[in-house]
Nanobody, 116 residues
Framework: QVQLVESGGGLVQAGGSLRLSCAASGRTASSARMGWFRQAPGKEREFVASVNWSGGSTNYADSVKGRFTISVDNSKNMIYLQMNNLKPEDTADYYC?????????WGQGTQVTVSS
């Protein structure tokens, strides 16, 4: 079992920055892949970024490349998403996800609102 708790969301103006945090507990050592997803109102949940628990092999959605950075501090069991140059279309609930073997775990989400 892996438990995930996101924080760091909020209201920001376009062009601003936010850093989301995801605190992981439980069998984090076996979590092979960590990721951030988002879901805007009325839309399906979509991939944002992912990284290995070791901190390597990052992947990003085209819509956030060059603006968002995912990172892991496995000494603190934390996953971060640094979001720069935010746009109104980045408004969504952001979710942390852990994949461990055949199991997938989700956090409860944190809301990000970007005003124009």
């Amino acid at each position: 079992q892996v438990q995930l708790v996101e924080s760091g969301g909020g209201l920001v103006q376009a062009g601003g920055s936010l850093r989301l945090s995801c605190a992981a507990s439980g069998r984090t050592a076996s979590s092979a892949r960590m990721g951030w997803f988002r879901q805007a109102p009325g839309k399906e949940r979509e991939f944002v970024a992912s990284v290995n628990w070791s901190g390597g092999s990052t992947n990003y959605a085209d819509s956030v490349k060059g603006r968002f950075t995912i990172s892991v501090d496995n000494s603190k069991n934390m996953i971060y998403l640094q979001m720069n140059n935010l746009k109104p279309e980045d408004t969504a609930d952001y979710y942390c996800r852990a994949q461990s073997g055949l199991s997938t775990y989700w956090g409860q989400g944190t809301q990000v609102t970007v005003s124009s």
